[in-house]
């Protein structure tokens, strides 16, 4: 719809708070006083639905409060294409992000509202020796540019979260807790997001994601992260650590349906075939009670005597004929000697779809996925402690399908991206992901920063490379980089030793420096596209053309729902402002310089489109 009021162009994203007050003005309008809330309304509206007590169950740490609030902080930072480090930029509709998790969940808010499927993360476990992102809601592109190493010549790496830090729980559960709760806003009403996570923060972790989430809608699975056969023999004093934990928590709980799925084949240490079956790999499946269970009186009660000659008798779970048809059929494995307790081959050709349960378990271990990794970089050790990419393919064969988005704020090395490709290409399904990792500096000594990498982030983006290249997938991913606005209205910093007034006017001679210089130019020109796709909530794989219009050079963006058009010249001509009145541009936004206007054109132009200036 036409709209004669010319609008800036948004600066910043999502303003959260402000969204939250307009849905509850929507419900409930009597709450209002003077545009503020009135409490007492409020609490009458609500009558009996308000708890009077003083001591109520809560969950708090030092700091909450200031978490809490950082979620409201609009970003007003920006991504950058990066199409060099890309590959099939134009057509991939996967998107890697190089930056701050906290400042890239916000700028996903406007487009990606209610959008992701599935969500997995693998954050800090807060072990005393792991990293912590340390947030400054004051200015956070500055902190993340400084600890990320692009503003500090000594190349400051991220804060050690050690367990003599007497804020050592504190700080974990304030970093933890806006990016969940962002997280929560980007998911589908029929969507879930998995949390690994171990003993160290298990427990705080559940309460706040029951929290963000509602107790009904988070549950807890166990990962068995090693086989069978490792560390046996290894000397504990305590016990022998052998799992990890997957919190799940979902959108809506009544919304999600797990699917079915099958046995992977590759499960070695599970089916085997040692007596070389010709109908393949089988597990062994028990078949009797132990004798000591075992129920004389009934009519499954008899002996079986094996090839060796041995004898066992004890109740069975068929009566003897089916159990002798089972050993015409050479469905009964007697062990390999002969004289084992006999059990049920059960073939994984015949299995059935199997339902998930709790416990992940054959699904790869911590040392099998670092080998898997080093695999693709000609056995190297690239990434310390690496998910198994079957543990996330699993969690995607049951909650998603054709087309859904899937992401990632804690990529890592890119785990979950492998694990999304070689699931497409297993079930020629179209799945597509939103990865995002801080590029956290390299320690020289490491084997990604000798093969030329400088940060986890590109170890992240060349494992996407090579299974791609080595999986023969037809598929890429777009390489976007956070970074400060192009505008220099959000690139000002206020001085806390001057007053207002001084701001005020230092602000101003800024802007007026800032204006006297060229703002734009033939190279940051898709930059300022892109800030605009992320600003006004377009998808991020937005189709991006630029053509002639008139005299004027334009930008054409469509996602298939808005349309933008953008002008960055410093004078819209009449030619132009002509073309854009006519019905190809009706309902469309047009964006330009505001002195490239005059009023008129402004005005005639407001008839036909959305107009917003910078």
């Not at 050709?349 to 416990?359: F, L, V």
């Amino acid at each position: 719809m036409a709209n004669n009021k010319v609008k800036k162009v948004n600066l910043t994203s999502s303003n959260l708070s402000e969204e939250k007050l307009q849905e509850l003005r929507q419900i409930l309008p009597e709450a209002f006083s003077e545009d503020k809330i009135d409490w007492d309304a409020l609490k009458t509206v609500l009558g009996d639905h308000i708890d009077p007590r003083i001591e109520k169950f809560g969950f708090t740490w030092a700091g909450k409060s200031n978490a809490i609030q950082s979620v409201l902080v609009p970003s007003v930072s920006t991504l950058r294409p990066d199409k060099k480090s890309s590959v099939d930029f134009d057509k991939s509709e996967n998107i890697f992000i190089e930056g701050d998790n906290l400042e890239v969940l916000k700028l996903l808010q406007k487009a990606y509202f209610e959008k992701i499927k599935f969500i997995y993360i693998d954050p800090p476990y807060n072990t005393g020796s792991d990293f912590v992102y340390k947030d400054n809601f004051v200015a956070p592109v500055k902190n993340y540019l400084e600890q990320t190493g692009q503003l500090d010549t000594e190349g400051n790496k991220l804060q050690t979260n050690r367990d003599t830090n007497g804020r050592y729980h504190s700080d974990w559960l304030s970093m933890m807790y806006p990016r969940l709760k962002l997280a929560w806003n980007l998911l589908r009403r029929d969507g879930v997001i998995f949390v690994s996570i171990d003993d160290h923060e298990v427990h705080h972790l559940k309460i706040m994601m029951d929290e963000i989430f509602g107790e009904e809608n988070v549950e807890t699975m166990i990962w068995h992260k090693v086989d069978d056969d490792s560390g046996r023999m290894k000397v504990t004093h305590r016990f022998r650590l052998e799992h990890e934990y997957v919190l799940v928590a979902y959108k809506q709980k009544s919304e999600v349906f797990f699917k079915k799925y099958k046995e992977d084949r590759n499960y070695k240490n599970t089916y085997t075939n040692p007596d070389n079956d010709p109908r393949g790999p089988y597990k062994q499946g028990i078949i009797s009670n132990t004798e000591e269970k075992s129920n004389k009186k009934s009519d499954r009660y008899y002996p079986v005597t094996t090839p060796s000659g041995k004898q066992y008798t004890r109740q069975w779970r068929v009566v003897k004929e089916e159990f002798d048809q089972l050993v015409a059929d050479n469905r009964i494995y007697f062990g390999k000697n002969g004289d084992s307790v006999p059990s049920l081959k059960v073939f994984i050709n015949e299995q059935k779809d199997a339902t998930p349960i709790s416990i992940l378990q054959g699904l790869g271990t911590a040392k099998s996925a670092g080998f898997n990794l080093a695999d693709l970089f000609e056995d190297k050790r690239m990434f310390d402690y690496p998910k198994p990419v079957d543990l996330i393919k699993r969690l995607m064969q049951i909650s998603t399908e054709q087309n859904d988005l899937i992401c990632d704020f804690f990529a890592g090395s890119g785990t979950t991206a492998q694990a999304m490709l070689e699931l497409n290409k297993e079930s020629s399904e179209n799945r597509k992901f939103i990865l995002v990792q801080l590029p956290e500096l390299l320690d020289s000594d490491t084997e990604a920063y000798k093969a030329g990498m400088r940060t986890i982030a590109q170890v992240a983006e060349e494992r996407i490379r090579r299974v791609i290249k080595t999986n023969h997938i037809s598929d890429g991913f777009k390489l976007l980089k956070l970074g400060e606005s192009n505008y220099p209205e959000n690139n000002f910093e206020f001085d806390p030793d001057k007053s207002e007034e001084e701001n005020q006017k230092a602000f101003e001679s800024y802007l007026a420096k800032a204006k006297q210089s060229s703002l734009f130019n033939d190279e940051n020109g898709i930059d300022i596209v892109y800030e605009n796709i992320v600003k006004e909530g377009l998808s991020f794989n937005s189709n991006v053309t630029e053509q002639k219009l008139g005299k004027n050079n334009v930008f054409t963006v469509s996602d298939g729902i808005r349309t933008l058009t953008i002008c960055l010249d410093r004078k819209v001509e009449d030619q132009t402002v002509k073309e854009l009145t006519g019905r190809d541009y009706k309902g469309h936004t047009f964006i330009c310089l505001d002195n490239a206007l005059d009023d008129t054109s402004k005005a005639n132009l407001g008839l036909n489109l959305e107009l917003k200036t910078i």
